[in-house]
T-cell receptor
Framework: AQRVTQPEKLLSVFKGAPVELKCNYSYSGSPELFWYVQYSRQRLQLLLRHISRESIKGFTADLNKGETSFHLKKPFAQEEDSAMYYCALNAGSARQLTFGSGTQLTVLP | NAGVTQTPKFRILKIGQSMTLQCTQDMNHNYMYWYRQDPGMGLKLIYYSVGAGITDKGEVPNGYNVSRSTTEDFPLRLELAAPSQTSVYFC???????????FGQGTRLTVV
């Protein structure tokens, strides 16, 4: 069975500081990994996915198969980055999307 | 664009009552999902559907039922509501299993 672990429930950084949100997964095959974000009073929405190798709003995430990790990084955090972030894994025979428990990021002024 | 629409937004149920959470999408997506989110926890998959007429259980299906008679609609039925079903419920859809899932605004359900 697949599993996604986000070890930090809460993370606070100061504006301009680097931020890294951790995500580890367990799956024996080739996973597809995503980061979803939920801003206050908004819907959960896709931030980025590993397959596209893109940078969205300054965030990047690299899939490390050796460490089974997909950490989300941004070199200079902004106050508008404050949100709930979920790492998700798309795997299994039915391609179910499995979510981690989320990390609430707060960027302090 | 409406996207994924869930109704109601909030509901309080008494133990033993039943209700249906509605979900509809106007993007002609084949895949639809129901998740629940308990405080401090991630989203857990209740049921999903890969197309009209096809549904399957997710991680936490007990106490729920679904149907998918049309591509657009994927209602979630709670029979005999229990306090353990107090949660926020999210419906989502995607064109296939490899692409972005689009979420509804959520339904906050309290069972007392």
């Amino acid at each position: 069975a697949q599993r996604v672990t986000q070890p930090e429930k809460l993370l606070s950084v100061f504006k301009g500081a680097p931020v890294e949100l951790k995500c580890n997964y367990s799956y024996s095959g080739s996973p597809e990994l995503f980061w979803y974000v939920q801003y206050s009073r908004q819907r959960l929405q896709l931030l980025l996915r590993h397959i596209s190798r893109e940078s969205i709003k300054g965030f990047t995430a690299d899939l490390n198969k050796g460490e089974t990790s997909f950490h989300l990084k941004k070199p200079f955090a902004q106050e508008e980055d404050s949100a709930m972030y979920y790492c998700a894994l798309n795997a299994g025979s039915a391609r179910q999307l499995t979510f981690g428990s989320g990390t609430q990021l707060t960027v302090l002024p | 664009n409406a996207g994924v629409t869930q109704t109601p937004k909030f509901r309080i149920l008494k133990i033993g009552q039943s209700m249906t959470l509605q979900c509809t999408q106007d993007m002609n997506h084949n895949y639809m999902y129901w998740y629940r989110q308990d405080p401090g926890m991630g989203l857990k998959l209740i049921y999903y559907s890969v197309g009209a007429g096809i549904t399957d259980k997710g991680e936490v299906p007990n106490g729920y039922n679904v149907s998918r008679s049309t591509t657009e609609d994927f209602p979630l039925r709670l029979e005999l509501a229990a306090p353990s079903q107090t949660s926020v419920y999210f419906c989502a859809s995607s064109p296939d299993s490899h692409t972005e899932a689009f979420f509804g605004q959520g339904t906050r359900l309290t069972v007392v």
